[in-house]
């Protein structure tokens, strides 16, 4: 057996040398089953219990203070009489008068039929989905008078998602799990499982399994098409990109009309363990994101980067020829303000070009979270979550991989085993990584609204960003929370 | 008879009546009718002793001094303006006073400028303007030229100034008043003696009414005013 495995080896490695390391054939997954298996709803997937979900009535309520500070227009009412049954008329009264008073007063009368006051109508984009007002992230930023503008975008935008992959499609995959493992450096260690098989599914609240809502679906990891999440944070973060919305099921995404591009680029921990051919080099980084830049892709989400080793010229190329493209790209700031604020090496380079915007995160108080890095590249926040501001359910909640079926190397020693990617839950998660996608689905919705340059997409998202921190742009929010209603609103001649 | 009218007539005599003619009355006239006729005795000067009461319709283009600002929302730096008005000549000579207003109306499109290029967004905006103009003139009478009337006048503008786009709530719409001045000058010319017709060219300036947001201040323009040329049809005296 060991002299077979040897010869195995050796045969991969002179596979890989013949191709450059370029192009290996993936030697340790193959696909055992094609069809479309049905995805599994395992619900909503807190530690915590889910604390009581914000109300739609509160929810509309935030939205419009300030705005209009009566939700009627003063001065008059609407009665309708009964000996008039074609029509309703309009009574004026004080302007100082209470219309709602005025009007039940009048409903006393016999000759009335109703009064009511002028109460004011708004177009209200709020999802019918009914996880919904567990996203305080979307009220935050005013998302539901953004939809009334731009709702959702259209399929004429493609927005690549370069991460761990995608739960896109429903298939059965064979891999090859040969080495024992540790998680942790200390911790239990996990046996080699030998031949695996996976099912995977399309996440119900992305598309359906080879529909046109995905588009050139690429994976640098494996070297193949198949970018299937064994992670569940690719999904996650597709979710808050293009979520389906207003289907009455499950969360709402930012850009909920959008085809989805899902380029994988990082290696999830089962990607290790199943010893994927390559891993979320800088290199692989790079071809990705040329990748989708050269597959129509209009906006890039990289909720991803790397905080040691120096910088990466080669990532700076690759994201300079994307804007060149036409691409508007985000980049997470990175999660290290509270073990050492080291800046993600991906995201320094944006303040040098436009059309790449560098994410910091902040909670559900709009305040920076615990550990969004700062520093001098920081551009604009979004919300990230913070589970300091609001225990587990202020993070950002989507629907992704069930976690519980997919981390089985966090389970006892006898009780692991292979992953299943076809079951499905909703996770709160927090992270810069879940507030770069609120900015990529924000750069969709501005494309489709006519701002096609990536450098005049991120001026206007810097131009109507709602200042937080010191005055001006600071190295905690950049020049502040997106707003995306205000930005899509653009200028008129006098305001 | 005919001797004296041969001595009279003489054919210079006879060219410079048609050529007044032709200046005064329209060629028509003249070539109608062989026979010259004693002309009428022109009108009386200015008449000072009496109120002269005029209204007025008038249609006419305004070029807006924001010009970048207009043409970018509204696809060109211009536009048609209508109106009307109430002219009063006082006993004092030809001064007059004058309460006018006029309208124009645009309808574009937001947009977002960026480094110079502008992208339109889509949401349709409507900008209307309604100046009310009140003016005190001078209206100038020939004995030569009695139905020709040029005159010169200026005053206070109070500029109405509506701007409402889609998806705005009342707060982002705009629906004020402004202070301005204009002045301006116009030729009248009576073809009846309660008809005239007339052109004006009025230079209006509304300071600081624009430019504090909107692509007003992209450009840096905050005149609401601008340059018009009307054409009146006056009724009255």
């Known amino acids: ?495 | 008879m005919s001797h004296r009218f041969n001595t009279y007539w003489t054919p210079i005599r006879i060219g410079s009546v048609l050529a007044l003619c032709v200046l005064l009355s329209g060629a028509s006239d003249v070539f109608a009718q062989a026979k010259p006729r004693p002309r009428t005795p022109p009108p009386p000067p200015p008449r000072s002793r009496s109120l002269e009461v005029n209204g007025y319709a008038m249609l006419g283009r305004i070029n807006f001094t924001a010009a970048d600002s207009f043409d970018v929302i509204l696809g060109e730096p211009a536009g048609t303006i209508f109106g009307g008005g109430l002219r009063v000549g006082l006993p004092l000579g030809g001064l007059f006073v004058d309460v006018g207003a006029w309208r124009f109306r645009g309808e574009g499109e937001r947009v977002f400028i960026f480094e110079g290029e502008e992208f339109r967004l889509g949401i349709p905006v409507e900008v209307t303007t309604t100046p009310l103009e009140l003016s005190a003139g001078w209206q100038f009478r020939f004995r030569r030229m009695p139905r020709l009337r040029p005159y010169v006048a200026g005053g206070y503008t109070s500029y109405g100034y509506k701007e409402t786009s889609e998806f705005a709530t009342d707060a982002e719409n705009v629906d004020e008043r402004f202070p301005g001045y204009h002045l301006g000058g116009g030729l009248e010319y009576r073809v009846a003696r309660w008809i005239g017709l007339g052109g004006e060219f009025t230079w209006t300036t509304v300071p600081d009414a624009i430019g504090e947001s909107g692509v007003s201040a992209e450009f840096d323009e905050t005149d609401l005013g601008g340059t018009s040329f009307r054409l009146k049809i006056t009724i009255g005296r």
């Not at chain 1, 009489?81 to 409903?107: G, H, Q, R």
């Open chain 1, 1 to 495: 057996m060991k002299y077979f495995a040897a010869l195995v080896a050796a045969l991969g490695l002179s596979a890989a040398v013949s191709e450059g390391q370029l192009q290996p054939s993936p030697p340790h997954r193959a696909i055992i089953q094609d069809i479309g298996l049905p995805a599994i709803d395992r619900g909503l997937r807190a530690q915590d219990p889910p604390r009581a979900a914000r109300d739609r009535a509160e929810a509309e309520r935030v939205v419009k203070e300030g705005i209009d500070r009566l939700p009627y227009l003063p001065g008059s009412i609407i009665v309708k009489f009964k000996n008039d049954p074609d029509d309703f008329d309009v009574l004026p009264i004080p302007m100082t008068t209470d219309p709602e008073a005025v009007a039940a007063a009048m409903e006393q009368r016999p000759d009335v039929e109703y009064a009511q006051a002028r109460y004011r109508n708004y177009a209200m984009a709020q999802p019918n989905d009914p996880r919904y007002p567990s996203q305080w992230n979307f009220p935050a930023i005013d998302m539901e008078r953004a939809w009334d503008i731009q709702p959702g975008a259209t399929s004429d935008i493609i927005v690549a998602v370069l991460d761990s992959g995608m739960a896109f499609r429903s298939i059965t995959v064979g891999y090859n799990s040969r080495f024992a493992f540790r998680v942790t450096a200390n911790g239990p260690l996990y046996p080699a499982l030998g031949r695996v098989e996976v099912p995977f599914a399309a996440a119900p609240e992305l598309g359906a399994s080879q529909s046109s809502r995905f588009v050139a679906p690429r994976d640098f990891i494996w070297d193949d098409d198949l970018p299937l999440d064994l992670d569940g944070h690719g999904t996650h973060v597709a979710g808050t990109i293009g979520q389906l919305t207003n289907n009455n099921d499950g969360t709402a995404g930012m850009a909920y009309n959008v085809r989805l591009m899902p380029v994988k680029i990082i290696q999830g921990v089962w990607d290790e363990i199943f010893s994927s051919p390559f891993d979320g080099t800088d290199d692989v980084v790079a071809r990705g994101i040329r990748y989708a830049a050269d597959n129509g892709a209009k906006v890039i989400n990289l909720s991803i980067g790397r905080t040691s080793g120096g910088p990466a010229p080669v990532v700076v190329d690759a994201l300079r020829y994307a804007v060149s493209r036409g691409c508007f790209i985000a980049v997470a700031s990175g999660n290290t303000r509270d073990t050492g604020n080291q800046a993600n090496r991906l995201a320094q380079p944006a303040p040098d070009i436009a059309g790449m915007v560098a994410v910091a995160a902040v909670g559900r108080t709009l305040d920076l979270a615990y550990y969004s890095t700062t520093g001098s590249y920081v551009e604009i926040a979004a919300p990230g979550g913070d589970q300091r501001q609001g225990g587990t359910t202020a993070g950002i909640l989507q629907q992704t991989l069930d976690l519980d079926l997919v981390e089985t190397f966090e389970r006892p020693v006898s009780q692991f085993g292979p992953p299943r990617a076809d079951a499905f839950a909703y996770h709160f998660f927090q992270g810069t990584s879940m507030a770069t996608p609120h900015v990529a689905g924000f750069a969709a919705l501005l494309m489709q609204q006519g701002i096609t340059n990536p450098a005049a997409i991120e001026a206007a998202m810097k131009q109507y960003a709602t200042d937080k921190g010191a005055p001006g742009r600071d190295d905690q929010f950049g020049y502040g929370l997106i707003n995306p209603r205000a930005t899509l609103r653009g200028l008129g001649l006098a305001r």
